[in-house]
């Protein structure tokens, strides 16, 4: 009798490390706040790079991860590294912010549809996204609220989005989710 193949199978933890207390408990209101905190922590960086600033469902912040570190004119972040201290630190909102070195806070195209991303992923996880700061490098001490600016705009469900106007046709057409993905594909994932 052939004996049963017995395999492994790790168990994990989850866990969020402090790596230091950049901020008060004081909530955030507006976008000057933001600016405020990120702006210390952005401002000065010679390649762009994004933080997400989760906060507890008072406005106080529960922690802010740079969740990635690009080059001097772009940086690539997903929304699933975004999200992840979101999630470890059971935040109910978060505010995204990143630099541009340049000292240009005008938001690319490539902002816009993180942005616009991240506004899907928030919808459907029911968090709220409630901004998206764009910081000047350098000395200029200058920041764009996409909020403000009103590239973001409140939906009636609370929720914030972006607004149809700025919705980039290649965020809805560049990756193909869902079944599309897998047409013309047997089950077990292999290619005819």
């Known amino acids: 009798m052939a004996r049963k193949s017995i395999f492994s199978l790790p168990v994990v933890s989850v866990r969020l490390n402090v790596d230091y207390k950049l901020f008060s408990d004081e909530p955030i209101r507006t976008p000057g706040d933001v600016y405020n905190l990120a702006g210390e922590l952005l401002r000065d960086l010679d390649r762009e790079s994004i933080a997400v600033f989760n906060l507890r469902a008072d406005g106080r912040p529960a922690s802010c991860h740079i969740a990635g570190v690009g080059t001097v004119d772009s940086c690539?972040?997903?929304?699933?590294?975004?999200?992840?201290?979101?999630l470890l630190t059971n935040s109910s909102s978060i505010i995204l912010a990143h630099n541009h070195p340049s000292g240009e806070v005008t938001p690319s195209r490539e902002d816009i549809t993180l942005t616009y991303r991240m506004s899907l992923v928030c919808e459907l996880m029911m968090i709220r996204l409630l901004d998206?700061?764009?910081?000047?490098?350098?000395?200029?001490?200058?920041?764009?609220s996409m909020m403000e600016q009103g590239i973001l705009e409140k939906k009636p469900s609370g929720l914030v989005g972006l607004r149809d106007d700025y919705i980039p046709a290649a965020a809805e057409r560049r990756m193909p989710y869902g079944s599309e993905l897998?047409?013309?594909r047997p089950r077990g994932g292999k290619v005819r």
């Open 132 to 144: 998206h700061i764009i910081i000047a490098g350098g000395k200029r001490e200058q920041y764009l």
């Open 76 to 86: 690539v972040a997903h929304p699933r590294e975004l999200m992840k201290s979101t």
């Open 182 to 184: 897998y047409k013309g």
